[in-house]
């Protein structure tokens, strides 16, 4: 044992000597009643005083018990118990009588509120005092006060918790198998309603996500890798340089000239006969070899190399006519020259053409479009941006796509000042009867996805000796702006104003 325990085993036996009462001292008997009672009431107060005194020292134990929270010291609790029955183990009065407890209600309560401020310093430890059990009015509340002592003033063992028990608790739970968890997911016999729609509703919502993640992805790889396939193809076309004709060969019926295609367009050529050139923005994702096809469908979803794909093909409408050799004889080109492509979400393709309609600044970093037939190089400026509603029926409905060909110059001014009416950003490029103009058509969704909306971006060819960048460099936003009538329902905007607007010509 160590010293604590021996001192505190010490405390104990002292505290259990000086407590022993002894029944067996014999007194002289009071001569009368009164001073019999006057003994007695000595004689009990004397006792009380020294078990109040005894009880103090008996707490003070226990508080030094309690605060050293060792598990070896817990064994003293024995010691404890004995001292507790020592303390009562005092013999019963052979009357009926039971003493009684006459000390001055004043002093009983000062006792108990003391003694209640001790208990509740000590972490609120409910511990009665010694004077609750030697009052009693018979023998059997003696007892029971003593029982009930014990039980409150004992210390509780504790004990570990049972792990070897646990563990085979868990190891007793099965666990469910892939199969029952995925089963488990689906509606049971027994589910309630609740969460039978529960269920139903989880498993839409999977099938949901996993549907749109697939579409999704299948977009991103099919349009990834049509457009890998377009870079390697466009790797071969290099830097374009025109091959001079020939002297004409005369003969009765007509001139002919002997015309050759530029190596690298042959090269294109060889691989699709429908191709008439390649297009290319420079310094954006657009360039492309153009394809001519039988109608305007064919080449929708459709790659150079005839393989499907939803990025499809840049193309000319099949109506045009863009340097076209038969039999030696050039054809006289369209007028206006219409390329179809779609807006891919990727910026491929005529994708990136958006951003002439978004960012303020494009346009003057772009205003060039080089577009090379097989056997020629050209360059355009582009003079207009505009944005059509191809379903419109109103007085707003601009045709684009059907002016391929201008009778005469009221015509065309007639054509070329409707697109300046419609473009949202002004420039200083002009326009003459004789330009040649071509037209880039791709999708908008400004009107919804049900609503063919067109984003079209128009240039005309750059004239012999002309500067490249005249009349591109000032450009500013259009404050009159002739939108279809369709975007005027939707929008708070005012109506085109006619007299403010300045025509080419």
């Known amino acids: 044992m160590s010293d604590e325990e021996i001192q505190r085993a010490e405390k104990i036996k002292t505290i259990k000597k000086s407590i022993d009462i002894n029944n067996n001292t014999q007194t002289d008997c009071p001569k009368n009643s009164k001073d019999w009672e006057l003994e007695m009431s000595r004689s009990i107060a004397e006792k009380v005083q020294k078990l109040k005194s005894k009880d103090e020292e008996l707490l003070a134990v226990l508080n030094s018990t309690k605060k050293s929270g060792s598990t070896d010291k817990i064994k003293s609790n024995e010691e404890i118990n004995n001292l507790i029955n020592s303390i009562f183990d005092v013999k019963k009065p052979e009357n009926s009588q039971t003493l009684k407890y006459t000390e001055n209600k004043e002093n009983t309560e000062d006792t108990e509120t003391q003694e209640k401020s001790v208990v509740s310093e000590e972490d609120n430890s409910d511990i009665p005092t010694v004077q609750e059990y030697i009052a009693g009015d018979s023998d059997d509340s003696y007892d029971s006060g003593e029982t009930e002592l014990k039980k409150e003033m004992s210390i509780p063992k504790v004990t570990a918790p049972n792990l070897d028990n646990n563990k085979h608790s868990r190891k007793r739970k099965k666990r469910k198998s892939f199969k029952e968890r995925f089963l488990g997911l689906f509606p049971q016999k027994g589910d309630s309603a609740i969460e039978k729609c529960r269920k139903i509703v989880y498993m839409i919502s999977i099938i949901t996500i996993v549907v749109c993640g697939s579409i999704v992805l299948d977009y991103y790889i099919d349009t990834t890798t049509t457009q890998n396939k377009y870079e390697d193809i466009m790797k071969i076309y290099d830097e374009p340089v025109a091959v001079l004709p020939t002297e004409p060969v005369q003969n009765k019926e007509e001139v002919k000239i002997d015309y050759h295609m530029m190596p690298n367009a042959e090269t294109l050529y060889n691989m699709n006969n429908d191709v008439v050139g390649v297009i290319n923005i420079p310094d954006t994702d657009v360039f492309y070899p153009v394809v001519k096809g039988r109608d305007n469908f064919e080449y929708l979803n459709k790659t150079v190399t005839g393989e499907e794909a939803r990025a499809g093909s840049i193309f000319i409408d099949y109506r045009n006519i863009f340097d076209e050799v038969k039999n030696g004889v050039m054809q006289k080109n369209s007028d206006n020259i219409v390329i179809y492509g779609h807006e891919m979400a990727t910026g491929k393709m005529f994708g990136s053409l958006k951003m002439y309609k ?115 460099q000032n450009s500013s936003s259009n404050q009159n702006v002739k939108w279809p009538s369709l975007y005027y329902e939707y929008n708070n905007t005012p109506r085109f104003r006619e007299e403010e607007f300045v025509p080419y010509n």
């Not at 772009?366 to 037939?373: G, L, Q």
């Not at 505009?386 to 684009?400: L, P, V």
Request: hydrophobic content about 30%; aromatic content about 16%; proline content about 2%.
């Open 358 to 472: 978004e960012n303020s600044y494009y346009y003057e970093q772009h205003p060039i479009i080089e577009f090379n037939s097989n056997y020629f190089c050209y360059k355009y400026k582009i003079f207009s941006i505009m944005i059509i509603d191809a379903e419109d029926k109103t007085d707003t409905r601009y045709e684009y796509w059907n002016a391929l060909d201008f009778k005469d110059e009221k015509e065309f001014y007639d054509f070329v000042n409707e697109a300046k009416r419609r473009t949202i950003r002004l420039n200083d490029v002009d326009v003459k009867y004789g330009d040649p103009i071509i037209t880039l058509s791709t999708c908008n969704e400004i009107f919804g996805k049900e609503r063919e909306g067109r984003l079209v971006v128009m240039a005309r060819r750059v004239r012999d000796g002309e500067d490249l960048l005249a009349g591109t």
